[in-house]
């Protein structure tokens, strides 16, 4: 079983980015929270773990599945609904804060638009996990990595100038 | 992978490991060739450098984000795939209680409890093996038989009561290594008040049962030593009227002096500081949302309108500086809102912020959960109610075993009823459920 001090070493060192991960997986900063701890709790009841950052993010991912997976198309409705809600939002209270509000609102959009195993992949990656951790974190060979990192940047980046073109010929 | 060989291009995906440095050297040298004198490769290796910066560039888009927009659906938690949904419409969400949006399930309260009970064991055990017995004067405790702590477990009362005495003789040596004194003596001082329940008796003789309960005691054992010891009395008299602001600087001085005995002290109480604080601790330090369960000994007590014990959830925000928090009575579930200050020398200040209430817990340092005072009154004209708070004074109300009558006065300012009676309270990790 993983000792306390282990877990709190642990903790220590990959809360932060975890949390990142999540919250950019989620798009909500206490729910994200709320999973890392989930995934820590996890951590304390296992026997032993082999290969730390990978299987926390492992863990993380497959909570933030399981939860999709129930309400697929509630959530979806929602995130279409509130990345609208965000973006038309006139509530911000500076006036720079409309355009990030509708960045955010566009990135959430594209990266909701990606498969699940690319976006697992690329918000791995951008937390600083090498290749070797986000096979063992995703099932996936070494070599492949790069593939679905590939891939999945591509379309991110496809999807999100779409969406600006969208954005940019409504307001035309 | 890809190998190199004559009129082969590298894939995307090869170009994208080799610039995210996922190579081996050797393959690296011969992308890095390769595309050096092949235009489309060169082209394709510009186009994925754009692509990563971009893509980098939309996923930090992503950080700038709120909280509390988790999406209804998900409002039933993270275990159990059947969970059902949220209500749909707002009644039932304002309805949605603090305790089902934080869903204690079994799994997390044994995992809480376990942690715990292991930290407290581990303090009773490290003490007891390394330290000889000492007889402690009479009442420098405030364990009663009549006091039962929340945790439960059977143990006999025989061998819980050696252990106590060990663990209280060896926290008693400790301090008397640190500061050089032959012997811990109740203090002179006069005791906040605090009326100790009828029939108080010594620990030794305390007929207990439960196991947990008597960690939980001895921890109050240890922090009663602690704060018997220390500093800045005159500073913190019963009587006087603290506000908001000196309620922190008392905890800071309690804070002082914990620390300093904790650095003085070679097997000190922090090295066995439990687990379940240490996790607890971490969430604190990196700012998280951290949970707490706020308790007293005393039945019956109160914090402004609310009957302890008290769930203390406190918001994300910065370690150390003012944070939101909600506590919830564990017996009413009723919750007010309050400010949670921590300041940079690991005292916690949590403020009461209720319409005709005023109320002021200060805490001292993190050892295995907090120990502190609790103080609030009510207010009939727009008058601040004092504060009382203070982390040594309550080491002097938990050194004199003879009950005292409450010496505390009511509040002098214009339209303020009495204040409730300087209330000992103990604030312990525990894990914070899911919403």
Redesign the interface.
């Known amino acids: 079983m993983v000792t306390p001090d282990r877990l709190s070493a642990l903790f220590k060192a990959y809360h932060v980015p975890l949390v990142r991960f999540l919250t950019r997986r989620l798009g909500d900063r206490d729910w994200a929270e709320e999973l890392a701890q989930e995934t820590f709790v996890r951590a304390l009841k296992q026997d032993e773990i082999a290969s730390e950052r990978s299987w926390l993010f492992a863990v993380a991912s497959n909570l933030v599945r399981d939860e999709a997976r129930r309400e697929a198309r509630q959530r979806k409705r929602h995130e279409v609904m509130r990345a609208q809600a965000e973006a038309e939002s006139s509530v911000e209270p500076e006036p720079t804060s409309v355009e990030r509000a509708e960045d955010r609102a566009l990135a959430r959009q594209a990266i909701e638009m990606l498969a699940e195993r690319d976006r697992d992949a690329l918000l791995m990656r951008e937390e600083g996990l090498g290749y070797e951790e986000i096979a063992e974190a995703l099932g996936l060979s070494v070599a492949s990595v790069g593939t679905t990192l590939s891939r999945a940047r591509r379309r991110l980046m496809e999807a999100y100038e779409s969406l600006q073109h969208e954005r940019s010929a409504e307001r035309a | 992978?890809w190998d190199g060989g004559p009129g082969e291009h590298p894939?995307?995906?090869?170009?994208?490991?080799w610039l995210?440095g996922?190579l081996d050297a050797d393959s690296a040298a011969r992308v890095e060739a390769h595309v050096r004198d092949c235009a489309a490769c060169s082209a394709l290796t510009a186009e994925?450098r754009g692509?990563?910066a971009?893509?980098?560039r939309?996923?930090a888009?992503?950080?700038?984000?709120?909280?509390?927009?988790?999406?209804?659906?998900?409002q039933s938690g993270?275990?159990g795939?059947g969970?059902a949904?949220a209500p749909a419409n707002d009644a039932a969400r304002a309805d949605r209680s603090l305790w089902r949006r934080l869903r204690v399930t079994p799994?997390?309260a044994a995992?809480a409890a376990t942690?715990i009970v292991?930290?407290g064991l581990t303090l009773t055990h490290e003490r007891a093996a390394k330290e000889s017995v000492v007889t402690l004067p009479a009442g420098h405790s405030e364990m009663r038989s009549g006091e039962r702590s929340p945790m439960v477990a059977a143990v006999p009362p025989e061998a819980q009561s050696r252990k106590d005495a060990a663990l209280d003789s060896a926290v008693a040596k400790n301090l008397s290594i640190a500061q050089g004194k032959p012997s811990i003596e109740a203090s002179r001082s006069p005791a906040i008040p605090q009326a100790p329940a009828p029939g108080a008796a010594p620990v030794e003789s305390a007929p207990v049962a439960m196991a947990e309960e008597r960690v939980a005691v001895g921890r109050a054992a240890v922090q009663a030593l602690r704060d018997t010891t220390a500093p800045a009395p005159d500073k913190l008299r019963v009587g006087r009227e603290v506000t908001g602001a000196v309620a922190a600087r008392a905890a800071d001085e309690v804070a002082v002096s914990a620390q300093a005995r904790k650095e003085m002290s070679g097997a000190a109480p922090a090295t066995a500081a439990?687990?379940?604080a240490?996790?607890a601790?971490?969430?604190a330090?990196?700012g998280?949302?951290s949970c707490y369960s706020l308790e007293s000994t005393q039945g019956g007590a109160m914090w402004g309108d609310q009957p302890l014990p008290l769930i203390v959830v406190v918001d994300?925000g910065p370690a150390v500086g003012t944070r939101s928090a909600t506590l919830r009575s564990a017996a009413t579930g009723t919750e007010v809102r309050a400010a949670w200050v921590r300041s940079g020398k690991d005292s916690v200040v949590i403020t009461l912020q209720r319409v005709g209430l005023a109320g002021t817990i200060a805490l001292g340092p993190e050892a295995g959960g907090r120990a502190g005072m609790a103080t609030s009154g009510g207010i009939v004209a727009s008058t601040t109610a004092s504060a009382r708070a203070d982390g040594a004074a309550r080491a002097r109300a938990k050194s004199e075993a003879p009950a005292r009558a409450p010496s505390i006065v009511p509040g002098t300012s214009a339209g303020r009823v009495p204040n409730t009676a300087p209330l000992p309270v103990t604030l312990h990790p525990v894990?914070?459920p899911?919403?």
Do not use: F, K, N
């Open positions: 992978m894939d995307e995906g090869t170009i994208h490991a995210d996922a994925a692509l990563i971009g893509s980098s939309v996923v888009a992503l950080d700038d984000v709120p909280a509390g927009t988790r999406p209804a659906w998900a993270v275990e795939s969970a949904p799994a997390r995992i942690i292991a930290a439990s687990a379940g240490a996790v601790q971490a969430y330090d990196a998280a949302r994300s894990a914070c899911a919403r």
